[in-house]
């Protein structure tokens, strides 16, 4: 079979090479899934880059563990385990594969039964391959910064698939949704029906005297204190990844945050495909769309790996196999 393959950390295209490679074979409670789509996000950017460096501990000190990307993928189970009870082949599905593994970047993978979910007949296979991670971010993100109707929340990063799931995941609770990105992403998120939009490279949002209920961070670059300065007085603060520095900052000053604020932080754990259910549900009554950024062929991977890793994509980056 046809995958990308990394042997040494580096840039996307200079690392990553479309290589024939043995099928996997399934195991006990593993499903052989053919690959029909698959995503870009910010594990498979670390990942292939080895960088943070602090995630090499996870990834291989020296050389890559996994030498085939991805964690994000729909398609058909083409082959069962034997312990496999869920599934039968001809069944469509998807998931986010991280908890079980990656290697998603082919146009084979065998994964675990537990990470997959089955597909809705109307969720195309790239619409389906761009859900299972940014929508899970976005509403778990909003769930534990206890999103509540009519409230002020705010985006950072709101152009790629977090912020684009996340805006229509806030128009359920009639939220006042502004948005915070910049570049081509600007015109899209007011297409989308983002209330406020503020482009970063004009305008601080910590700093310009507004507040908000809620913020869902994807970008963390700032310290905790900026953001409090955009809190309402019981607001809360949610970042769902960003920078490693600001977020270790983040983690060791929350308990004292909490000590001394009615204002909370909080950094998201994510939980892989818990409460897909309700994001099926969503899109079977035409109340959320995806925003694909794509498909791009799969020879092209290494190239729309560093398109997103540079930021400048629009909605979800997806990958046809």
């Given at each position: ?111 675990n039964e537990k990470a997959l979910t089955r597909k809705p007949d109307r969720i195309g296979f790239e619409e389906a391959a761009a859900i299972s991670h ?22 950072n990063g709101a152009g790629g698939g977090v912020g684009t799931f996340g805006l229509q995941i806030a128009k359920q609770h009639n939220a006042e949704v ?30 310009n005297g507004k507040q908000y209920d809620l913020i869902l961070d994807c970008k963390t670059t700032r310290s905790p204190i900026a953001y409090l300065r ?92």
């Amino acid at each position: 079979m046809k995958a990308l393959v990394f042997t040494k950390y580096g840039s996307p295209e200079s690392v990553l090479q479309l290589t024939e490679v043995p099928e996997p074979i399934p195991k006990e409670e593993e499903v052989l899934i053919k690959v029909h789509a698959t995503a870009a996000n910010d594990w498979d950017w670390s990942m292939v880059r080895g960088k943070p460096y602090l995630y090499r501990l996870m990834f291989g000190i020296k050389k890559p563990k996994h030498q085939i990307p991805g964690m994000e993928m729909a398609g058909v189970v083409e082959a069962i385990g034997s312990g496999v009870l869920s599934f039968k082949v001809g069944d469509p599905v998807y998931g986010d594969t991280s908890a079980y593994g990656f290697g998603t970047y082919a146009e084979y993978v065998c994964v675990n039964e537990k990470a997959l979910t089955r597909k809705p007949d109307r969720i195309g296979f790239e619409e389906a391959a761009a859900i299972s991670h940014a929508s899970m971010l976005a509403m778990q993100g909003f769930d534990i910064g206890h999103l509540q109707d009519g409230q002020k929340v705010l985006i950072n990063g709101a152009g790629g698939g977090v912020g684009t799931f996340g805006l229509q995941i806030a128009k359920q609770h009639n939220a006042e949704v502004t948005g915070v990105d910049t570049g081509d992403k600007l015109k899209m998120m007011d297409s989308i029906g983002y209330d406020h939009i503020i482009d970063y490279k004009k305008e601080d949002f910590t700093k310009n005297g507004k507040q908000y209920d809620l913020i869902l961070d994807c970008k963390t670059t700032r310290s905790p204190i900026a953001y409090l300065r955009s809190l309402t007085t019981n607001g809360r603060y949610v970042t769902v990844g960003g920078h490693l520095n600001r977020l270790l900052h983040l983690f060791f000053l929350r308990p004292w945050i909490s000590l001394f604020s009615s204002k909370s932080v909080h950094i998201l754990a994510l939980k892989p495909n818990k409460g897909l259910k309700v994001i099926n549900e969503l899109f079977e009554s035409n109340k959320i769309e995806c925003v694909l950024d794509g498909p791009y062929a799969l020879e092209d991977g290494p190239k729309a790996l560093q398109y997103f890793g540079d930021g400048k994509h629009q909605g979800k980056v997806v990958i046809s196999v």
